[in-house]
C-alpha cells in the first residue's frame, strides 16, 4: 500500500524567511509525487509535481521541491515566504503500480507572521 | 472554463436520511474520485473511477455508493447518512496519463445530525 507522511501540523515562518513543509512518502516503484495548496473554504489547487527527470521542480507561485528517492522525500520550499502563502499544504503520490490511486498526506498548515 | 463542479455545496441531513452528491468535469478527463476532508486526517479517497463504465474502493468506501454515470459525471450517495459521515466531500479528475495532475471542485460540506 501507499502512503505519505506530513510529519508537522503546522509552520510558522516570518515574512521573507525561506520555508520547508515536509513530505515522506513509501510507494512500490517510482512514485509520481504532487503538493496542492488549499485556501479557506476552497478546493485543492495544484502547485508542481515530479515525473521523472530533474529531482529539483519548480512550480506556482515562486514554490519548488526536491525529489530525493533515497530519503524517500519530497519537500516543499521557497526561498522568500510572503503572508499571501499561509494556507493547507498537501503532498500527494501515485505510483504506477497501484492503478490510478492517488494518496494524500495529512496536510500541513503553514502560517507566514508579518 | 469551468473545471469541476460539485452540487450541492452546503447539506444538512437527518441520521437515516439519503442523499445524492453530484460532480461533472468538462475537461474530458478519464479518472475522476471522491475524497472526504476532515480535520487532522487529510484526504481521504472514497471511491475512484479510473474511466467510463469502471469504479473502484478506496480506503472508506463503507456507507457509500457511486454511480460513473458518463465520462462527465460521477455521483456519490449515501444510502443512510450517519453522523460520522460530518464532512467536506471533494470530487476530483484527472487526465489520461501516468503524470496527469487532478483538478479538484469547490467542495460539499455535509453535516448529518
Known amino acids: 500500500a501507499q502512503s505519505v507522511a506530513q510529519p508537522e501540523d503546522q509552520v510558522n515562518v516570518a515574512e521573507g524567511n525561506p520555508l520547508t513543509v515536509k513530505c515522506t512518502y513509501s510507494?512500490?516503484?517510482?512514485?509520481?509525487l504532487f503538493w496542492y495548496v488549499q485556501y479557506p473554504n476552497r478546493g485543492l489547487q495544484f502547485l508542481l509535481k515530479?515525473?521523472?527527470?530533474?529531482?529539483l521542480v519548480k512550480g506556482s507561485y515562486g514554490f519548488e521541491a526536491e525529489f530525493n528517492k533515497s530519503q524517500t522525500s519530497f519537500h516543499l520550499k521557497k526561498p522568500s515566504a510572503l503572508v499571501s502563502d499561509s494556507a493547507l499544504y498537501f503532498c500527494?503520490?501515485?505510483?504506477?503500480?497501484?492503478?490510478?490511486?492517488?494518496?494524500f498526506g495529512g496536510g500541513t498548515r503553514l502560517m507566514v507572521k508579518p | 472554463n469551468a473545471g469541476v463542479t460539485q452540487t450541492p455545496k452546503f447539506q444538512v441531513l437527518k441520521t437515516g436520511q439519503s442523499m445524492t452528491l453530484q460532480c461533472a468535469q468538462d475537461?474530458?478527463?478519464?479518472?475522476m474520485y471522491w475524497y472526504r476532508q476532515d480535520p487532522g486526517m487529510g484526504l481521504r479517497l472514497i471511491y475512484y473511477s479510473a474511466s467510463e463504465g469502471t469504479t473502484d474502493k478506496g480506503e472508506v468506501p463503507n456507507g457509500y455508493n457511486v454511480s460513473r454515470l458518463n465520462k462527465r459525471e460521477f455521483s456519490l450517495r449515501l444510502e443512510s447518512a450517519a453522523p460520522s459521515q460530518t464532512s467536506v466531500y471533494f470530487c476530483?479528475?484527472?487526465?489520461?496519463?501516468?503524470?496527469?495532475?487532478?483538478?479538484f471542485g469547490q467542495g460539499t460540506r455535509l453535516t448529518v445530525v
Open positions: 475537461m474530458n478527463h478519464n479518472s
Open positions: 510507494v512500490s516503484g517510482n512514485p509520481y
Open positions: 515530479y515525473i521523472t527527470g530533474d529531482n
Open positions: 476530483a479528475s484527472r487526465a489520461l496519463g501516468q503524470g496527469g495532475e487532478a483538478f
Open positions: 500527494a503520490v501515485r505510483a504506477p503500480l497501484a492503478g490510478n490511486m492517488l494518496t
